[in-house]
C-alpha cells in the first residue's frame, strides 16, 4: 500500500480529489515490481498501461532497423511512464520502457484510466496536466539537441535527472546525449 499513498500524494498535488473517489480508483490499479534490465512494455506491443514509479529508474528506448538501441528518456520516482502516443492512439509502441534498478511502480490499466476520466470529479485535468507536462518535457528535449552543444546537454542532463551518472551507464547516457561513450567521457574530462 506504500506505493499507492505516493501515487495518492502526487495526485493531490495536481487535483482535488476526495478518499472515496481515490479508493475507487486505486481498485482498478496493481502494484508492481521490476528488476533491473526487465522491460515494463516493449516496443512493438500496444501500450495498454500507464506507470507511476514510486522507486526506482527506468529508460525509455528505441531500437532502430540495424538492432541499435537508443535512450530517449529516463524517468525517475514521482513520474509517470508510458508510450503515450501508442497508449492514446491505440497502435504498437515505437518505444520500450525498462527498469535500470530495481523498480517499483503502480500500474493503471486502460480500463483505471478510462474510469478516472469518467467519474473523478477532475479526471479530465488530472489528464491534462499530465500531457501538458509530457509535452512540454518532450518539446524541450526536441529543441535542446538543436540549441545546445553537447557539453551544454551534458550540464543540463544532472539539473533534469540529478545523480543520474551514479544510476544509469555511461553508454546510455551518451545515447541519451546524442553522442558516442568515448564522446561523453571526453566531455566528462574538459568540465
Request: net charge negative; glycine share 6%; aromatic share 12%.
Amino acid at each position: 500500500m506504500p506505493s499507492f499513498n505516493i501515487l495518492g500524494e502526487a495526485i493531490r498535488q495536481m487535483i482535488k480529489i476526495s478518499d472515496a473517489e481515490m479508493e475507487d480508483f486505486f481498485e482498478l490499479c496493481t502494484e508492481r515490481t521490476f528488476r533491473s534490465k526487465e522491460f515494463l512494455s516493449e516496443q512493438g506491443s500496444a501500450a495498454n498501461e500507464i506507470f507511476f514509479i514510486t522507486k526506482g529508474l527506468t529508460r525509455s528506448l528505441i531500437t532502430d532497423g540495424a538492432g541499435v538501441e537508443h535512450t530517449i528518456h529516463f524517468s525517475t520516482e514521482y513520474q509517470f511512464i508510458c508510450d503515450y502516443t501508442s497508449f492514446m492512439m491505440k497502435t504498437p509502441a515505437t518505444n520500450g520502457i525498462q527498469a535500470l534498478e530495481l523498480t517499483q511502480v503502480v500500474v493503471m490499466p486502460r480500463v483505471a484510466i478510462d474510469w478516472g476520466y469518467s467519474h473523478l470529479q477532475q479526471g479530465d485535468k488530472l489528464g491534462r496536466l499530465i500531457a501538458e507536462y509530457y509535452f512540454i518535457y518532450f518539446d524541450s528535449r526536441l529543441k535542446n539537441q538543436y540549441l545546445f552543444t553537447p557539453a551544454q546537454r551534458y550540464e543540463n542532463i544532472t539539473r533534469i535527472f540529478p545523480n543520474i551518472h551514479n544510476r544509469v551507464p555511461q553508454h546510455m547516457i551518451a545515447s541519451y546525449l546524442g553522442v558516442s561513450p568515448v564522446h561523453l567521457s571526453r566531455l566528462k574530462n574538459s568540465l
